[in-house]
């Protein structure tokens, strides 16, 4: 895990300028790379590429970076690991390659060399983003992997193309400047994230997961070349409906598990200390468990808890590390210390980013950094075996809207919305709010229309406009089963937008490696071949990985309602994050940048905050946004 940074100047460029531009921009994402800095330079070509080192493989500095091939036609910058590298180096040697390093780098190298760069990449099983610069064709190759683990962000400036893996870095070029994008500040406001490809500058981008921007040096600066998928999780996912699996739910249940325990395996692979992430739930139970059962010392695992019993999964955790025999430690997080991580989400993160769960994801970071420099994560479980409870919500919901006319289903969502929620909220805690929620969520009536309302936030937006794939449904790709499409569609948006830019930049904060075993593509993929009822029927989901774990855990330690990993937000925004909150949200700070419309925004406070309505996400959207352009000023 890494950072890099880099830039092309098509005419040529001055070696000391690009050096120096070059420094400041890895110098701003030391966190991500503190062991060691490198830089390499063609200033003819006019491209320079620069590396913050977290080193993970071969600690040496053979696997050091920027890196060239043997025969110096391709130099990369490379975030990441591909965890099968050892696969790919042992078949690259018998068609006649020599390594001089241990490094997963220079085995990409060595594979854009003998079998091209799409076909390399097709073959890599990792988590990456990548700079690579080709000296014979004189153009620069940006690569991401498949479900966008690693981000990569690029755009023009003048005459000179930049690209790095955070917007901070691109923001220490001396000469950055950019405006807020309405449309990204519009999707944050909704969403709590901002997708890809927008980010929050106008005309600044991220590359999308799966994808390969390739750029020449005789193109015209302001000009950008379309990304083009080498893997496309939809693509794969309808692969799998059209070559479903034969056997019975048994049988996949033992061809998961070793389709699991060969990821873990390779996720395993490290030369420093290595650790797990563990809530006790089905997800990070089975990576923790598979880890266990691989052999060698007891495994390093992690978890926190909260005070309040709702939110509190430290006890589960402790539990399932009782029965492995885990090397567990555990942090009951006061108040206190999940307060003052908040004033500095700000900074963490290099645009706007509203997902409260980020809170205790940072704080578990830490806490595990303190032992280990990896740590595996149970991320994306949801999204392969449909296990969020909103999936069942959305078909309830669909069931009834299906049950009504559409003039008397139009006729009730429009009163639902019209009723005074502050007032009804006196009747019984806070059900005015979850009226208006009703309303707004049942009024398209289908449930992919739904689906696009549960996502939501808030009803906040930036005045004209609209929204993206998920205010379309009509975009949606049709699948005849309404779960698997919400699926998909949280595969392409949520999971890359949201779950996996939290855990990126909450565990590079503190220079910490994460790993996701369950976006190991093999397993996508086969995920995708199963009949849907061994995924989820009435109990729930993730039915067959529940199977599977049944092999590692006694039932009462798996069988359990699932919690999630939240903050209490509500109560703090009321109680002690009031006067930061109330700072933030100031009319003349509201008018700040010129894009929110602070009278709705005031009333929502006002009456959240004197306790009249429940409103903390659609709060915490704006206060996060703010919180950023604050830390910017």
Known sequence: MCGLAGLLCPGGGRLDKLQRDLAKMTTAIAYRGPDDCGFWCDAEAGIALGHRRL?????????????QSASGRYSIVFNGEIYNYRDLRAQLQSEGARFRSQSDTEVLLAGFEYWGVDATLRAANGMFALALWDADER????????????????????????????????AAHPSFAATLEPVA?????????????????????????????????????????????????TDSALAGLTDPFRGSRAQAAEQLDALLRDAVRLCMVSDVPIGAFLSGGIDSSTVVAIMQALGGPPVKSFSIGFREPALDE?????????????????????????????PQLGRFYDEPF?????????????????SVTVCLSGDAGDELFGGYDRYALAARLAGVAAMLPKPLLSLGCGLLQALPAAMLNRLSPFIGDKLHRLGDALSPGDVAGIYARLLRQSPLSVAGIGGDLR????????LDDARQMMMLLDTVTYLPDDILVKLDRASMAVSLESR???LDHRLYEFAWRLPRDFKYGDGGGKLILRDVLHKYLPGHLIERPKKGFGVPLDRWLRGPLRDWAESLLTPQALGASGLLDGLPIRRLWEEHRDGRRRLPHALWCVLMFQAWCTARR
């Not at 927008?198 to 590359?207: M, V």
Request: with cysteine; hydrophobic share 45%.
């Open 185 to 233: 500040v519009s999707l944050l406001l909704r969403y709590g994230n901002i997708p890809a490809p927008w980010t929050i500058h106008r005309d600044w981008h991220k590359l999308p997961p799966g994808c390969v921007l390739r750029l020449s040096t005789d193109m015209q600066p302001g000009q950008l070349p379309t990304p083009v998928a080498y893997w496309s999780a």
């Open 314 to 342: 430290a006890l589960y955790a402790h539990a399932v590390a009782q029965h492995l025999g885990t090397d567990h430690t555990e942090l009951y997080v006061e108040e206190t210390d999940a307060l003052a991580v908040v």
């Open 354 to 370: 509203a997902d409260s769960s980020q809170i205790p994801t940072y704080l578990v970071s830490r806490l595990a950094r303190q």
């Open 471 to 478: 205010e379309r449904p009509e975009d949606w790709l049709r």
């Open 55 to 67: 080193a993970i493989i071969d600690l040496s500095s053979e696997g050091a970076q920027p890196m």
């Open 139 to 170: 153009s620069l190759i940006l690569a991401r992997d498949r479900f966008g683990q690693k981000p990569l962000l690029y755009g023009w400036l003048g005459g000179t193309f930049l690209f790095a893996s955070e917007l901070n870095a691109l």
């Open 516 to 518: 996701v075993p369950l």
